[in-house]
């Protein structure tokens, strides 16, 4: 049982748990990966000084008496030094005013009360709310036994009244005008955001179980693939796979694009869930659920366009996330936008040069718009896009545009060249699926129908976050060794 081995495709967070877990067990494992880099989508770049990053909001976990706490342990992430800004997110309008959502409670309802005095009753519902939230962790159910789920039922009326509110309507609770509009932007451009959602989101905040980890997504990722040399495990760089083996049904190993072919006892997946279900199994092993999904991509992807600035500015009075109000609209990538979403990386000085400031507006954006572009046009219209959002922020941060040391502009485009998805997608939503569902695990599939030995982990088999699919590599693991009869270890540092 030693010596049973296993390929995992992809050196994305899932693969990598997997692969972790894989060698604590006594699996013989080893990743292929497409790119030069560990990480999938969760990766960052450097540029002149600067570093950008691609995917790190909040990463759940950092509160050691957490659940998720203890698997990153497991997976090499901590302890490291962790930063915790004091906004969730700031909200400005055209005339200057300012909403910010202090991670302490107590500043938020008194900054709100100042705001809207007459709103008192929905501020304090808003407020108490978050209160409770913080005597729970959603996402550590995601490592709850069983038994452990009885520890949700004390919450269930909370969870429903504020899960089946959405954020517009509770702004529309608000008699302030600027309030009644801003509140459905706290979680980004999401739409039909539960107010749940924010909650969780604020409350992990509060207490300190929501953070950003130092480094960012990079450093994040590379923690997780050195953990998992240390374990002996094998990583194999630009080695892209073409073909998943199968025979009788079971999945024996793959081929990769220079022909060579490797065998394994069982194959996991962390690519691209098109590519691997369509592409590497020919579309042979799949439900009409699975069919239907991947044949209506959205039209629109939110964050999927990054333009990053390094600015030798420093924005340290400024709250780390921003949606700033434009006076005017603008055309962006042929979508008109009356706001942009502007994050700093004022909180973590490891991300620029001393003084100046890494920042980066997330947009969304069609991956059909920038693909039926020229090579030529596709270079003019990345930089038309960084002159136009530089303009809209030298409006609002006057010198700004002289101040700019370094622009960098990631469309989806890049991020399927450099991940291998399909059309630069990170996984949309399956049909009736919640948000809550996506963040914990309730994906299209984990295994394919009549495929043996074979497992898929990832945005793509059970949802979004990074817990998520690093929860979803380590139960691959554990049920392996249920099936193999043998008692599961994690061994954290």
């Known amino acids: ?19 972790c877990y894989a060698q604590m067990n006594g699996y013989r494992s080893q990743v292929f990966e497409m790119h030069t880099l560990p990480g999938g989508v969760c990766t960052g770049w450097k540029r002149k000084g600067y570093t950008f990053d691609g995917c790190m909001h909040h990463l759940v976990g950092c509160d050691p008496k957490s659940r998720i706490h203890r698997m990153w342990r497991e997976l090499g992430v901590m302890p490291r030094p962790v930063h ?27 900054h709100m009360r100042e705001l809207a005095p007459a709103d008192g009753k929905v501020i304090g519902e808003f407020v108490d709310a978050a209160r409770k939230f913080t005597r729970f962790s959603m996402m550590d159910m995601l490592l709850a036994k069983p038994w452990e789920m009885v ?46 959602m924010a909650l969780m989101f604020l409350s992990g905040c509060a207490t300190r179980n929501f953070g ?44 990769l694009a220079d022909g060579t072919e490797h065998r394994a006892d069982t194959v996991i997946s962390n690519a691209d869930g098109r590519t691997t279900i369509f592409d590497m199994l020919q579309g042979r092993y799949t439900t009409e ?30 709250p780390h996330t921003l949606v700033l109000w434009l006076p005017e609209p603008v055309e962006i990538a042929g979508r008109t936008c009356d706001r942009l979403d502007i994050e700093f990386f004022n909180f973590a000085p490891e991300m620029s040069p001393p003084g100046k400031t890494a920042m980066q507006v997330v947009m969304t954006t069609s991956y059909d718009y920038w693909k039926a572009l020229s090579p030529e046009d596709y270079r003019a219209e990345k930089a038309r896009v960084a002159e136009t959002l530089s303009a809209c922020l030298e409006r609002r941060f006057p010198g700004f545009a002289a ?19 399909f059309m630069g997608y990170q996984a949309w939503g399956v049909p009736n699926q919640s948000m809550l569902d ?20 990832g945005q793509w088999a059970g949802g979004l976050g990074l817990p998520n699919v690093a929860a979803m590599g380590r139960k691959a693991i554990a049920g392996l060794c249920k099936q193999d009869g043998r008692q599961f270890v994690a061994e954290g540092k």
């Open 1 to 19: 049982m030693a010596d049973k081995t296993l390929i995992i495709i992809g050196a994305g967070i899932g693969g990598l748990s997997a692969g």
């Open 84 to 110: 915790f800004p004091d906004d969730l997110i700031g909200i400005e309008n055209t005339e200057g005013q300012r909403f910010i959502l202090y991670t302490d409670l107590d500043r938020l309802e008194n």
């Open 151 to 196: 520890g949700v039922l004390p919450y269930l009326g909370l969870l429903s009244k504020w899960g089946k509110l959405k954020l517009e309507e509770m702004g529309g609770q608000f008699s302030n005008l600027f309030l009644r509009r801003a509140i459905s932007m706290i979680q980004y451009d999401f739409e039909n955001m539960p107010a749940m």
């Open 212 to 255: 950003w980890p130092a480094g960012g997504s990079l450093a994040f990722a590379r923690s997780i693939a050195e953990r998992y040399t240390a374990l002996d495990g094998e990583i194999h760089y630009r080695a892209k796979v073409d073909k998943i083996l199968v025979e009788n049904d079971r999945a024996v190993g793959v081929r």
């Open 289 to 318: 659920l699975i069919r239907t999904y991947y044949a209506n991509p959205p039209q629109q992807q939110e964050m999927a366009l990054h333009v990053s600035f390094g600015v030798a500015r420093d924005f340290s009075i400024e």
């Open 403 to 421: 101040q700019v040391e370094v622009t960098d502009v990631a469309t989806p485009l890049t991020t399927g060249r450099f991940t291998g998805s």
């Open 438 to 457: 996506a963040l914990t695990g309730k994906g299209l599939s984990k295994t394919l129908p009549g495929l043996s030995n074979f497992y898929m982990v």
